[in-house]
Nanobody, 122 residues
């Protein structure tokens, strides 16, 4: 059974930093590209960041480029999202994703985590 378990969410102030982690089990982690998506209330789930299976390629949504960094540790089956200069509009539930395709489309994700709430106050 595949499990992706996020941690690290919370309530922060605008301008603060926060780091998310996602621990994977039940899959060959190093075979999957890993990503982060987010969903704000009343909005569709959207792409945030993606890292290739070996970590050599990284992609970001324009809205987070320069502020967020995605990384992975294949020895620990874990993917990370370092978020800095957080803005109120970053408030959302953040979901970890595992995908065999290099994709930004939520519909093409193979596995999802349960999500972790990030709230940024102004």
């Amino acid at each position: 059974q595949v499990q992706l378990v996020e941690s690290g969410g919370g309530l922060v102030r605008a301008g603060d930093s926060l780091s998310l982690s996602c621990a994977a089990s039940g899959l060959t982690f190093s075979s999957y590209h890993m990503g982060w998506f987010r969903q704000a209330p009343g909005k569709e789930r959207e792409f945030v960041a993606l890292i290739s299976w070996a970590g050599g390629s990284r992609y970001y949504a324009d809205s987070v480029k320069g502020r967020f960094i995605i990384s992975r540790d294949n020895a620990k089956d874990t993917v990370y999202l370092q978020m800095s200069s957080l803005k109120p509009e970053d408030t959302a539930i953040y979901y970890c994703a595992a995908t065999l395709r290099m994709t930004r489309r939520p519909s093409e994700v193979d596995y999802w985590g349960q999500g972790t709430q990030v709230t940024v106050s102004s």
